[in-house]
RNA sequence: GCCCUCGUGGUGAAAUGGAUAUCACGACGGUCUUCGAAACCGUUGUUCCAGGUUCGAAUCCUGGCGGGGGCACCA
């Protein structure tokens, strides 16, 4: 509608925004169009925001109840009370069962895969709920999605022949008191460093498997073995038969090199090395190819900053192997989303300090723990309210105070305030409003902010900005309550029908909210 | 040294280049004979520094300052 008008007033509308003002006394919908474009035709943009709105109100459009002109030229939209009523409908409508916008798209999200050489700590826990509210928000939209764990299990990596030394009481790499618990519960007579690493990784492996799924409520599609698909099968030497057939390899100093720089890596990379022996990044470049080979439209890694080093050669050798790009956004492949690193925050002498989290010095605060002590409500929004971008300094003082007040509770207690309103009404008499429930300003916002739900889901499945949803949960839990305050629904043995219909609504919204961040939606709390 | 990344109230965070920078915690003050006060309302207080681009900058560009990460024939 407003691109119509754009045309007749000979203006072409390629840059404009038509998006939700962030105030709603700026009504349901703005447009920036006279603003981008006053310059432009040398008008100014007040001049041409009224000039656009004469012409909108040739378009029919029975949803719109008024236009106003605002600022130096906004154009804001309010929606007519049925329109509204309608769009909370879509919106209820789209919680229930999800929109096809990703529609069979398949994704491929592999995340958390720390090494089968100790527990996670609390550093994982922002790949583990980021990478499974993603995935959620993603299957909502109708994609087609794998959760992927990658286990470093390879007997020929340098860190599973570590871990046998440990085992074998030869060296002291990755040594924690949990680790010499399973060593000294397993049999390592008579095997070699790398079988003896392997059994140890194995049992390691498997603990950290019962944690992710029974206590963080994380379930992996496929758990993907380096040594069993990657190694054992020949894949890795596959694919570097490959990569030498395609002449994307060279040799210097007695080893091999693969011409990432070439394809816009910082410089080439050693794949195999003098001695023979492979180097992590050939499996991970079969790994890589094989996601693809499986059918997999898109890749998502979720990385530890740690690895960020490694996001130009991955995507470098995507260029040289022709990976395709994210069908939607044309973006390489794979993506790859880097989480910050957890710190630990003290109080020292000289005021806060961080340091980085050390296994070596005994510092190290396990997700086990973390669960424990707050429970996994608190914890999942606590990881899920951040952008991943955030350095978190984490400070288990600080976490006790937040999770005493933490925003999940307020959430969940405006769901639970709801449920109590419904129980309540069973029996009384159904009474029917006799003018619209939005004319109440409280109503009418909650209505607004409920069908923002659809739009917020779209956005965060595109962009994967996870921690918006946290936000929005938080909003639509404060316009429930605000609600609550103003409009009674129970009166004596009578209640409002039309204001029970929206609180329901309401209700449903908020639950999948937390459904899709992993947290539950008490009925009484 | 080079590369990447982040810098927002007292604290933790949010903000596709848009309107008065938002939210929570903290602090201070109000609101329960009425559907759950785990709530609601009010007060307090913020874009690291200096330039630039733009009608318009927390956001983009340049240069500083500060935090984190990476610069292996380790993963």
Redesign the pocket.
Same mark, same amino acid.
């Given at each position: 509608m407003v691109r119509e008008a754009l045309e007749a007033l000979d203006i072409t509308p390629e840059d404009i925004?038509?998006?939700r003002?962030?105030?709603a006394?700026?009504?349901d919908f703005?447009?920036?169009a006279a603003?981008?474009y006053?310059?432009k035709t040398g008008v100014s943009?007040r001049d041409l925001a009224g000039k656009l709105v004469a012409e909108l109100l040739h378009v029919p459009a029975e949803e719109i109840d008024r236009i106003?002109v605002?600022?130096?030229?906004?154009?804001?939209f309010f929606l007519t009370d049925a329109a509204l009523a309608g769009a909370v409908t879509d919106a209820v409508q789209f919680a229930e069962s999800g929109q096809g916008t990703l529609r069979d798209e398949r994704v491929n999200i592999e995340f958390i895969s720390t090494?089968p050489t100790g527990e996670l700590h609390i550093g994982h826990g922002r790949s583990a709920f980021y990478g499974d509210v993603l995935a959620r928000v993603l299957l909502h939209t109708g994609a087609e999605v794998t959760r992927e764990f990658y286990i470093?299990d390879?007997r020929?990596?340098?860190?599973i022949r570590?871990l046998g030394k440990t085992a074998l009481g030869k060296g002291e790499q990755y040594k924690t008191p949990e680790l010499e618990e399973k060593i000294s519960s397993l049999n390592f007579e008579g095997l070699s460093e790398e079988e003896a690493g392997g059994r140890l990784a194995e049992a390691v492996q498997e603990g950290n498997r019962a944690f992710i799924e029974g206590v963080l409520g994380v379930h992996f599609d496929v758990w993907y073995s380096?040594d069993a698909e990657l190694r054992a099968t020949g894949a890795n030497d596959t694919i570097l038969a490959r990569l030498k057939q395609e002449n994307f390899t060279y040799e210097?100093?007695?080893?091999l090199w693969l011409k990432t720089a070439e394809y816009g890596d910082?410089?080439d990379?050693?794949i195999?090395?003098?001695?023979g022996?492979?180097?992590?990044?050939i499996?991970?470049i079969a790994y890589h190819d094989g996601k693809f080979a499986r059918g997999f439209q898109v890749a998502i890694d979720v990385w530890?900053?740690?690895?960020?080093?490694?996001?130009?050669r991955m995507q470098s050798v995507g260029r040289m192997l022709g990976w395709p790009n994210v069908p939607r956004t044309g973006a390489d492949q794979p993506v790859i989303f880097?989480v910050?690193?957890v710190?630990l925050?003290e109080d020292g002498k000289e005021g806060?300090?961080?340091?980085?989290m050390s296994k070596r010095a005994g510092n190290v605060i396990l997700l086990r723990d973390l669960v424990e002590e707050f429970g996994i409500d608190v914890v999942r929004w606590f990881f899920a309210?951040?952008?991943?971008?955030?350095?978190?300094?984490f400070?288990m003082a600080?976490a006790r $105070?937040?999770s005493?007040?933490?925003?999940v509770? =307020?959430v969940?207690? #405006?769901h639970?305030?709801l449920?109590?309103?419904l129980?309540?009404?069973q029996g009384l008499k159904e009474v029917t409003r006799t003018t619209s429930l939005f004319e109440v300003p409280?109503a009418r916002t909650l209505a607004a902010k409920m069908t923002e739900f659809p739009e917020l889901v779209e956005?965060v499945a595109t962009?994967y900005?996870v921690?918006?949803l946290?936000?929005y949960a938080?909003?639509l839990?404060?316009a429930?309550?605000?609600?609550?305050? $103003?409009?009674?629904?129970?009166?004596g043995d009578m =209640?409002?029908a039309n #204001?029970?219909a929206l609180a329901m609504q309401a209700k449903g919204i908020l639950k999948k909210t937390l459904d899709i961040l992993g947290i539950s939606a008490?009925?009484?709390?």
């Open positions: 925004k038509i998006d003002p962030a105030d006394s700026h009504g703005m447009t920036n603003l981008v006053g310059k943009s106003e605002a600022g130096p030229g906004f154009i804001n090494n470093n390879s020929e990596s340098n860190q570590e380096e210097k100093d007695g080893a910082d410089e990379r050693v195999v090395r003098s001695d022996t492979k180097t992590y990044f499996a991970d530890g900053a740690d690895h960020h080093g490694h996001v130009k880097i910050q690193l710190s925050k806060k300090q961080t340091k980085k309210e951040k952008a991943l971008s955030t350095q978190m300094a400070d600080l $105070d937040a005493e007040n933490n925003p509770f =307020y969940q207690y #405006a639970a305030r449920n109590s309103i129980e309540k009404t409280s956005s962009d900005s921690h918006a946290t936000g938080t909003g839990a404060t429930v309550n605000t609600f609550y305050r $103003d409009v009674r629904i129970v009166t =209640y409002d #204001a029970l008490p009925e009484k709390m």
